[in-house]
């Protein structure tokens, strides 16, 4: 019990005679090189709160980094010790001599240290370097949106613990790394380094003279251990930073002669293909045109559109385009490809317009344009796909079949005899003429009626056949019903009009809906990326058209028979 009570006196009396009596500011290495770290570390001799130490003073010569704040107590012999230590990250940006000024910490001050910042170019500096960046543009002088590339690539010849390496900054600028990182050894100045390289692609958006910020890489290295023996031993380490040289760029703006979209590039290229061979087109065959934009120093946002133009009697499918981007000799080269199925639905000869896109050659500083020229192909009669045979719903006229009254002139001379009796007899033949017209129209009536019902059986053979396609969603089946549907439609209607293509569908029924539902059929069947057909577009499409007609006949037969 006296021991204990002795120990609490002994406590209580070192807490109340310690307080803060030294601040000490001490850096890892001096001289340093500009844009490498030292280690600023001030050490106060008392527990004292972590925002007492003030680096403002730092930031005029300095880049500085992030501080890390650590307490110890300690006692031996009843003596309590008591430390806090600041420890910052400073980067020189720039060579010459400065001064670390004092600290006051609580009344106490530390004492001021002298450092001499080297450039990176001094025999001295290249000696001592264990870490270092460099960095790397392919232009300086560039035009607004032209996309350039930065190389960075960080040294280190100590071991690493951990880090990271920030991205390059540039205001008003899309900035994007390109690939995965790459490492490789090298010995420079008689020191092996590891060197980790990283390549971005940055467009400015602004013109004028602008600076790019280096990349920045924090992190830890191991430091060599003094103790002879490695068992439950850990390795120091030490806080580390370092930071590339700022790269000044002259953008220019666009040129006031581009009137229209602005593609600034190096190398602007069109290539197309074939399949099958421009010499085997054929009626009803899909024909797949591929066009590949190739362009340097752009990425794939920034790639135009490839539209294609046909005549009339040639359809056009677009596929999906296709992206690339890849590095060449440390230029980034982007491609598009666009593949079109176009399908003739008639024979002969057509002429397919130039594909052009207009772009700006940075290496000249010319407008020019990469051009696919104009093309004519030939496309074949199909055997397997004969005209279909259209049948033609015979029909009566009822007013050519009704005999038109000759109307004659009838001279009577002045004698009531004759008179009477010639009209008499002009009535007799009226009445006659009268009865023989009703018998034929009732006739005719009956003709029209057997063979209205005869076309409406043929109608509905086609009418079922291109429901059910659509029901199994089979669109080869759809594709194969669609002319002798829509012809028996035209039949039903008492229009002797010949549908033999795709085309002529379309236009005849001029209705948007099943438009649509054919292109999205004739897209999946002749498309490159053939996709499923579901056949519900199409099947409404057709119910629609033909609830449209019953009705339309419903009215007419009111009319005529009320």
Not at 307 to 329: C, F, I, R, S
Not at 532 to 545: E, F, R, T
Request: net charge negative; with cysteine; hydrophobic share 40%.
């Amino acid at each position: 019990m006296v021991r204990v009570i002795i120990c609490l006196l002994a406590i209580l009396l070192s807490l109340n005679s310690y307080a803060l009596t030294k601040v000490s500011a001490t850096v890892d290495k001096n001289p340093v090189v500009v844009n490498e770290s030292l280690i600023l570390t001030v050490i106060a001799d008392d527990d004292i709160d972590s925002n007492a130490l003030d680096t403002s003073a730092l930031l005029n010569d300095f880049m500085v980094g992030r501080t890390s704040v650590s307490s110890q107590t300690s006692m031996i012999n009843f003596k309590t010790t008591r430390t806090t230590t600041w420890t910052t990250v400073l980067i020189a940006r720039k060579p010459g001599e400065f001064v670390i000024p004092a600290f006051d910490v609580n009344g106490v001050k530390s004492q001021t240290i002298e450092i001499k910042a080297l450039a990176a170019d001094n025999a001295t500096a290249t000696n001592q370097q264990d870490l270092f960046i460099t960095t790397q543009v392919s232009a300086r002088e560039i035009y607004v949106q032209q996309q350039i590339t930065l190389t960075v690539r960080l040294h280190f010849a100590s071991e690493l613990k951990r880090g990271s390496l920030t991205e390059p900054t540039l205001p008003s600028a899309n900035i994007l790394q390109i690939g995965k990182d790459k490492e490789s050894e090298n010995i420079i100045n008689g020191k092996r380094y590891r060197i980790i390289e990283r390549i971005y692609a940055i467009s400015p958006q602004q013109s004028g003279e602008v600076i790019l910020k280096s990349p920045v890489f924090s992190g830890e290295i191991i430091m060599p251990s003094s103790r002879r023996s490695n068992f439950l031993s850990f390795a120091d380490s030490k806080p580390v930073s370092v930071i590339g040289d700022d790269i000044s760029l002259t953008v220019k703006p666009i040129p006031t002669q581009i009137d229209g979209s602005w593609l600034p590039s190096e190398l602007v290229a069109l290539h197309q293909e074939w399949q099958p061979d421009p010499a085997q087109f054929k009626v009803g065959e899909p024909i797949t045109r591929t066009i590949t934009l190739t362009a340097a120093g752009l990425s794939e946002a920034q790639l135009p559109e490839i539209t294609m133009t046909v005549p009339q009697g040639l359809k056009v499918y677009p596929d999906q385009a296709e992206l690339h981007t890849g590095l060449n000799n440390e230029r980034l080269v982007s491609q598009k490809v666009a593949n079109f199925a176009i399908v003739a639905s008639q024979p002969g000869e057509y002429q397919l317009p130039d594909i052009t896109i207009p772009w700006w050659n940075t290496v000249t500083n010319k407008a020019e344009i990469a051009k696919i020229p104009g093309q004519k192909i030939t496309v074949l009669p199909n055997a397997d796909l004969a005209p279909i045979p259209v049948e033609q719903t015979p029909s009566v006229n009822l007013e050519k079949n009704i005999a038109t009254p000759t109307v004659e002139t009838i001279v009577i001379e002045q004698n009531s005899f004759l008179q009477w009796l010639f009209l008499a007899l002009w009535l007799l033949t009226s009445l006659a003429w009268y009865i023989s017209a009703k018998r034929s129209v009732k006739h005719n009536a009956g003709l029209n009626e057997k063979n209205t019902k005869g076309s409406s059986t043929k109608i509905s053979n086609a009418h079922l056949s291109i429901l059910a396609a659509c029901k199994q969603n089979n669109g080869e089946l759809a594709l194969a019903t669609l002319l002798p549907w829509a012809q028996s439609k035209s039949s039903e209607n008492d229009e002797n009009i010949t549908l033999t293509t795709i085309d002529s569908v379309i236009a005849y029924f001029d209705d948007k809906a099943l438009a649509e539902a054919v292109i999205e059929l004739q897209q999946s069947y002749y498309g490159k990326n053939k996709e499923p057909w579901s056949g519900n577009s199409l099947l409404n499409a057709i119910q629609a058209l033909h609830k449209k007609s019953h009705k339309t006949s419903q009215t007419i037969d009111i009319k005529i028979n009320p």
